[in-house]
């Protein structure tokens, strides 16, 4: 699991393609760039509330936008940073489900150096795709 920043996708946003050897694994990269982009040290954020994560059904890409669109709602709506823990997708006749532990706490100004405000996810070329064995998910944050 992995993921870099594409400063030549997007001049007034941030980019960044994920990628993985498994589905939920490029989910757990793309939540930790876009958490990233938010602060610095990914490490100062500390496991001290939960929230469950419920999505779906929807075709799997839109699972992983509305999963990066949760984070975001969290930090603005609750001040809250999460990181996810656990993270589960299924399929049925209706779609896609994702169910994901999300752990972290409060922003804290003193302990959570802050790099960008991130406002949403864009569809503005987003993707998910499996090439080569690895699933690789492209994304640009509205900041």
Known sequence: MAYRYLEETALADI????????????FVAAC???????VEDLETIEPRERRAIALGPSEV?????????????????????LRI??????????GHLLRADAVGEKLDPGRHEQRA??????LHRF????????WKALVILDI
């Open 61 to 81: 890409d839109m699972l992983l936008f509305d999963l990066l669109q949760e984070l975001i709602y969290y930090k603005d709506a609750e001040q809250l940073l």
């Open 32 to 38: 930790e760039a876009t958490m990233n982009v938010m």
């Open 15 to 26: 980019a960044f393609e994920a990628t993985a050897g498994d589905l939920e694994g490029v």
């Open 127 to 134: 993707s998910l795709r499996k090439t080569d064995g690895l």
């Open 117 to 122: 405000d991130v406002k949403a996810v864009t």
């Open 85 to 94: 823990g656990h993270i589960r997708i299924t399929a049925n006749k209706a």
